[in-house]
């Protein structure tokens, strides 16, 4: 991956989209129920006592590096790596857990090349980049709010499932998933560059695509030289 500052930033969260945050937590919270303790809550509404379980199993710097990677989650990072985006983790550190921001780190040093960055933030919002990779809703629509053309990647999970936004990509780990996050990456390159020059449909001609612009201009034969504009005309990646 090149850190070269030009490259497309992909922002890529970490709990429940590359590391097996909830499911873990689950796991383990189960190893400290008693043996006739009956599982009468559901996640998210659980009881204090159960919440006090979960912060500490969570208050374990390990706890956080040791999480299973998601095989999916890594596999969308290196397509995006591969074409050329430039991978920084964007992740919520819980505010009092100190423990928890030295595992995450440790986890991306584990699991991740070197020269990947990693950002952690309270709010995902503040932070720029082209395309967003999270399984939150709510995450999403703050950071959709600043970048209202920025294109999301929402690993699927239960909580999420109704959740639908048309910048929104669900992957659901199918192959149509997987080509569907590969096209929404590449217009963010093509776009990226401003301008890309394409072929004529009758192969008489060439033309440059003005994205920003969102008009086609053919240019001289031979010369290259812009003319403004013969076909100012829409043309849609
Ligand atoms: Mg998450």
């Known amino acids: 991956m090149s850190e070269d500052k030009a490259c497309p930033i992909a922002l890529v969260d970490m709990d429940n989209s590359i590391a097996k945050y909830e499911e873990s ?4 919270l189960d190893k400290l129920r008693s043996p006739n303790e009956p599982i009468n809550w559901e996640y998210h509404t ?33 397509i995006m ?26 986890w991306v040093q584990k699991n991740l090349p070197d020269d990947t960055d990693i950002i952690i933030t309270r709010d995902k919002g503040l932070i720029y980049g082209n395309v967003l990779m999270d399984d939150f ?10 970048r209202p053309r920025g294109l999301v990647i929402m690993p699927a999970h239960h ?6 936004h048309s910048n929104v990509i669900r992957d659901d780990g199918s192959p149509e998933a997987t080509e569907k996050i590969k096209d929404g990456l590449n217009k963010i390159i093509l776009k990226d560059k401003d301008a ?24 001289d ?10 076909m100012p005309i829409t043309y849609h990646l």
Request: net charge positive; glycine share 6%.
């Open 81 to 106: 790596r591969s074409m050329g985006f430039r991978i920084v983790i964007c992740t919520q550190g819980p505010r009092k857990n100190a423990a928890a921001w030295q595992g995450k780190m440790l």
């Open 46 to 78: 659980e009881p204090d006592y159960i919440r006090a379980r979960m912060d500490l199993i969570r208050l374990s710097s390990t706890w956080w590096e040791n999480l299973p990677p998601i095989t999916r989650g890594l596999e969308i990072v290196n």
């Open 196 to 219: 890309e020059k394409v072929n004529d449909v009758h192969g008489c001609h060439n033309y440059l695509r003005d994205l920003k612009n969102d008009r086609v201009f053919r240019t």
């Open 159 to 164: 909580y999420n499932k109704d959740f639908s």
């Open 137 to 146: 809703p709510d995450y999403i629509t703050n950071w959709l709010k600043h």
């Open 221 to 230: 034969c031979g010369k290259g030289i812009l003319k403004n504009p013969i």
């Open 25 to 28: 937590l689950l796991k383990d």
